[in-house]
């Protein structure tokens, strides 16, 4: 997508060929692209969220393969790269996807071509995420152009999205948002009611940015809003990202999900999941009780960050010297709270059959790794 009138991906490489990525602990302030090289500078941007979001923390890890490869291409580094990356967050299945996926490429070749083989499957990684993204922004399409097609001439249709699945937190297009940016260009009026997303607000910081550099007409609303504006007929329909889904349709997203999801089944709101293949974890069933929820520094609660008038970045305390925060950053909204799943091979209900129909050679293709075929 596009940042001043200039497209931009989250994570590319440059004409040297070095990863570079923006380091989105700054926006929407600050616009800053960083280098990563070591896979201790891969670790930190994913553990401390310079990079965020389950699709690029994926592409991530395979570029960190990738670098670590250049350096020592080994068996040893091989697996001890998978154990220090899957390490640095627990939630987003997308990351031990990637790993796994380069140790399928890697592992049998000799080490010596390694490196560039680990850089072919990673830029293949980038560039498949781009298209699952813009399939899942087509499919995602009918189902608004369906609804504005219900409501009087004009009117927008009205989306309500919880945290970023936007293109910050994939290669490009987003998932929850390229729906959206296709609708726009398909010229039907919408408009996004974005949660501010606490603790860490990237509804505020990063969807926001987003939508008002692509010129999306949204509104920014507390996380608590939500409900009340279903209730009163003011959300057409919900669309939301996700770290893991079951196979059986559960869905893992950012902590708060689950309440906008039972707000929408008691007002009839459809509530949809953009969901890519490589979010899907065919090893679990049971999002509640299978899927690790992270838990994060309670002074993600205690404080915020943001710009003071002089223009500084900067981090302010709002509760007492002395409370400590419980800050839970996922949560799992079952399936059947779940109106449907939004994916680049079509709109698929959230249970086991239909899923299991949509994407059965990638559901064997996982059983048979799981059981060493
Ligand atoms: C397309 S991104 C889907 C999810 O990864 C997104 O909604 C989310 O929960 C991101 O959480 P984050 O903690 O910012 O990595």
């Given at each position: 997508?596009?940042?001043?009138?200039?497209?931009?991906?989250?994570?590319?490489?440059?004409?040297?060929?070095?990863?570079?990525?923006?380091?989105?602990?700054?926006?929407?302030?600050?616009?800053?692209?960083?280098?990563?090289?070591?896979?201790?500078?891969?670790?930190?941007?994913?553990?401390?969220?310079?990079?965020?979001?389950?699709?690029?923390?994926?592409?991530?890890?395979?570029?960190?393969?990738?670098?670590?490869?250049?350096?020592?291409?080994?068996?040893?580094?091989?697996?001890?790269?998978?154990?220090?990356?899957?390490?640095?967050?627990?939630?987003?299945?997308?990351?031990?996807?990637?790993?796994?996926?380069?140790?399928?490429?890697?592992?049998?070749?000799?080490?010596?071509?390694?490196?560039?083989?680990?850089?072919?499957?990673?830029?293949?990684?980038?560039?498949?995420?781009?298209?699952?993204?813009?399939?899942?922004?087509?499919?995602?399409?009918?189902?608004?152009?369906?609804?504005?097609?219900?409501?009087?001439?004009?009117?927008?249709?009205?989306?309500?999205?919880?945290?970023?699945?936007?293109?910050?937190?994939?290669?490009?297009?987003?998932?929850?948002?390229?729906?959206?940016?296709?609708?726009?260009?398909?010229?039907?009026?919408?408009?996004?009611?974005?949660?501010?997303?606490?603790?860490?607000?990237?509804?505020?910081?990063?969807?926001?940015?987003?939508?008002n550099s692509a010129g999306v007409p949204h509104s920014l609303i507390v996380d608590n809003a939500g409900g009340h504006l279903m209730q009163h007929g003011e959300v057409?329909?919900?669309?939301?990202?996700?770290?893991?889904?079951?196979?059986?349709?559960?869905?893992?997203?950012?902590?708060?999900?689950?309440?906008?999801?039972?707000?929408?089944?008691?007002?009839?709101?459809?509530?949809?999941?953009?969901?890519?293949?490589?979010?899907?974890?065919?090893?679990?069933?049971?999002?509640?009780?299978?899927?690790?929820?992270?838990?994060?520094?309670?002074?993600?609660?205690?404080?915020?960050?943001?710009?003071?008038?002089?223009?500084?970045?900067?981090?302010?305390?709002?509760?007492?010297?002395?409370?400590?925060?419980?800050?839970?950053?996922?949560?799992?909204?079952?399936?059947?709270?779940?109106?449907?799943?939004?994916?680049?091979?079509?709109?698929?209900?959230?249970?086991?059959?239909?899923?299991a129909q949509m994407f059965g050679d990638l559901k064997n293709a996982a059983q048979d790794r799981r059981h060493g075929g």
């Open positions: 997508m596009k940042i001043d009138g200039k497209p931009f991906r989250s994570i590319w490489r440059d004409d040297a060929g070095e990863v570079r990525i923006i380091d989105q602990r700054w926006l929407p302030h600050e616009l800053r692209i960083v280098p990563l090289d070591s896979r201790e500078d891969f670790a930190t941007a994913i553990r401390d969220m310079w990079v965020r979001g389950a699709p690029l923390i994926g592409a991530t890890a395979a570029y960190g393969v990738a670098c670590q490869m250049r350096r020592d291409a080994s068996d040893a580094a091989l697996s001890e790269t998978w154990e220090i990356l899957h390490a640095t967050r627990p939630t987003a299945i997308n990351l031990r996807w990637a790993l796994d996926e380069m140790d399928r490429v890697l592992r049998p070749l000799p080490p010596g071509d390694r490196a560039a083989a680990a850089f072919r499957r990673a830029d293949e990684i980038a560039e498949e995420d781009v298209e699952i993204n813009r399939r899942i922004g087509e499919n995602g399409l009918a189902l608004i152009r369906e609804i504005a097609a219900a409501k009087p001439d004009g009117a927008p249709v009205n989306i309500l999205t919880h945290c970023n699945a936007g293109w910050p937190a994939t290669v490009d297009w987003g998932t929850a948002t390229s729906p959206i940016y296709h609708a726009m260009e398909a010229g039907i009026a919408v408009h996004v009611f974005v949660d501010e997303t606490r603790p860490r607000n990237q509804g505020a910081q990063l969807t926001a940015w987003e939508l057409d329909l919900v669309i939301v990202g996700t770290d893991r889904t079951t196979a059986r349709g559960d869905v893992c997203n950012k902590i708060g999900t689950y309440l906008k999801a039972l707000a929408a089944k008691a007002n009839d709101v459809p509530f949809y999941v953009a969901l890519p293949s490589p979010t899907i974890d065919w090893t679990v069933t049971d999002g509640l009780r299978e899927i690790p929820i992270e838990e994060r520094d309670g002074a993600e609660i205690t404080h915020v960050q943001g710009r003071d008038d002089q223009g500084r970045i900067t981090t302010v305390q709002i509760s007492p010297d002395g409370t400590e925060g419980r800050n839970p950053a996922f949560d799992v909204t079952p399936a059947e709270l779940v109106t449907g799943l939004i994916t680049e091979r079509g709109i698929c209900s959230a249970n086991a059959d239909a899923m």
